[in-house]
């Protein structure tokens, strides 16, 4: 499965992350098997996913707590 480069002229700001070697080993591995074009990529990837996790979670906390309000 290839993953979609960001969209052409898209301004980013860069983050710098320290992350063990081992995870390190496990990006370059992605890559190479062409899963993503890049370590960038893979790790984009990676936290949009999350953050979409994430707020689907905290989404539905907010929406259970708010029923519970009604009682």
Known sequence: ???PKGKPGTSMPAVSV???QEYVE???QLVKEGMFPSR???IRWAVRNMLKEEYKLLSTIRAESWGDEDE
């Open 18 to 20: 320290h992350l063990p």
């Open 1 to 3: 499965m290839r993953m």
């Open 40 to 42: 960038a990529e893979a």
């Open 26 to 28: 496990a990006l370059d």
